[in-house]
Every structure is written in structure tokens, then in C-alpha cells.
């Protein structure tokens, strides 16, 4: 297969993907190719679905600036398997929780599960608008796959729902500034459960019930408290360097 090709446009699109398929496209997305990227008739894209890889087509044709017609030519790139990966993480205010959601998104989680803790401060989600930011981040860092977003839902509920063989990272920012690596080293392949707090941290009764949990790590960010939205970049880094997708196989 030939190696991800970032200069042209990707776009996401529901449809099922077949060679020589006629993709008609949203006026968003005509709006977007033809007056933002001034993309014209017979100019090639890519085009995915989270189902079945990515695929080369072209523009076969535009109706006044109103629809696009696209026609798929092959497969470029196979379909991959949703990265097992779930982030735990209390909503925010709009501008942070986009930035929480594309940064998240980028760095490989595969499933976005809002949560409501005692001291969650915004308390209501658009899922559909959670949706389209991680559209948007596949779109543009090459990702085939689009995360799944989880209705909100209480922390305790959270926890009790989560998969038996999962290994819960916890960042607690109460602990004494220690490096995580070597606990992280330890972990036991399988699904990743991060659960990052809300902005005013957790409740004495939460962290108790969190540490109670099974296949439970506590670790700590470092010296400096971290907004949520960082915490979650910074956390995902540690975990893909450690004993995700950036560690050695062997």
C-alpha cells in the first residue's frame, strides 16, 4: 500500500466505499473543497469511512457550488482496528473540550466516555457536535478509524461498566511527583482504561472508590498541575511511549 499521502484533501463520508462508486458530498464539504481549498473538477481526494480503509477518487463533477459528485477509483489503504483505548474525562468548557477531544483523538484513544464526578462543573454534552471534532482530527492527522462517543454518565457507572480485562491508569494529582514509566512497564497487554479528573480534581469518596477498582494505576503527571485538557495529552503521550502503539513490539 502506498504511504499516507497528507497534501491531499480526506474527507469522512457515511457511505459504504466500492471502486468506482459515485460519492455525492455534503454542502459543507462541497463548501470546503471548492471556496476553502479551491479544489476543482478532476482534482483528486481521499475518502473514508471507519469501515472500509481509505480510497483514492477524484471530482467528476459540481452543480453550481452547491453538491460535489466524487467518483472512487481503489483502495489505498486497508481498514484498521479501533485502537482499544478508552479515555475517561469530565466535560469541559467548548474551546478545551475541542481541544481535549481533537488532542485525544490524535494521539490514538478510541473511545471518548464523558463522565460526571462530584465536581464536574459543566454537566451537559452535545454528543453530535463531540462527533464532529473527532471527524475533523481523523481528517486531518490520517487516522481511518472514528472513536466512539459514550453518552454521559455518572463515575460510578463508569467504573462498574468497564471491561474485566482492562487496566485502569489513574492520574492522581495528589501523589508526589514520580516518574510513571516504571509502572506503566508493569501493565499487562490488553485494553487501557485512562481516567482523567475534572477541574477541581476528585472527591475523598472517588478516589477511594477508584483505587478500589481492579487492575488499578495511580500515576502521577509531574510537579506541576495540569488542566484537564493538558493532563489528557500528557498522559496519553506517557502511555503510547510506554505500552502503546509508539513502544517497541518487543
Excluded at 26 to 35: C, D, E
Excluded at 220 to 248: C, K, M, N, Y
Amino acid at each position: 500500500m502506498p504511504r499516507l499521502n497528507l497534501k491531499k484533501p480526506r474527507l469522512f463520508v457515511e457511505d459504504d466505499l466500492h471502486r468506482d462508486k459515485n460519492i455525492e458530498l455534503n454542502r459543507n464539504q462541497t463548501h470546503y473543497l471548492l471556496n476553502v481549498l479551491r479544489r476543482k473538477v478532476s482534482d483528486d481526494i481521499f475518502v473514508f469511512n471507519g469501515r472500509d480503509g481509505e480510497w483514492s477518487a477524484y471530482i467528476e463533477s459540481e452543480q453550481y457550488n452547491q453538491r460535489i459528485l466524487l467518483r472512487l477509483l481503489q483502495q489505498i489503504r486497508s481498514q484498521l482496528v479501533l485502537s482499544d483505548l478508552t479515555l475517561f474525562f469530565a466535560p469541559l468548557k467548548e474551546a478545551r473540550l475541542q481541544y481535549l477531544i481533537q488532542k485525544s483523538v490524535e494521539m490514538g484513544t478510541g473511545i471518548l466516555q464523558p463522565i460526571l464526578t462530584e465536581y464536574t462543573k459543566v454537566r451537559k454534552i452535545n454528543r453530535n457536535k463531540i462527533q464532529r471534532y473527532a471527524i475533523e482530527a481523523a481528517e486531518q492527522c490520517g487516522l481511518l478509524t472514528i472513536p466512539m462517543v459514550d453518552n454521559l454518565i455518572k463515575l460510578t457507572d463508569a467504573l462498574s461498566g468497564r471491561r474485566f480485562e482492562s487496566t485502569l491508569i489513574f492520574c492522581d494529582e495528589t501523589l508526589n511527583n514520580k516518574n510513571p514509566i516504571p509502572l506503566l512497564k508493569h501493565v499487562i497487554s490488553g485494553p487501557i482504561d485512562l481516567l482523567i479528573g475534572p477541574e477541581g480534581g476528585f472527591s475523598k469518596v472517588e478516589r477511594e472508590l477508584i483505587r478500589s477498582q481492579h487492575h488499578t494505576i495511580a500515576i502521577s503527571l509531574g510537579p506541576r498541575i495540569l488542566r484537564a485538557d493538558t493532563a489528557s495529552v500528557a498522559a496519553l503521550a506517557i502511555i503510547q511511549a510506554t505500552i502503546g502503539d509508539w513502544s517497541d513490539p518487543q
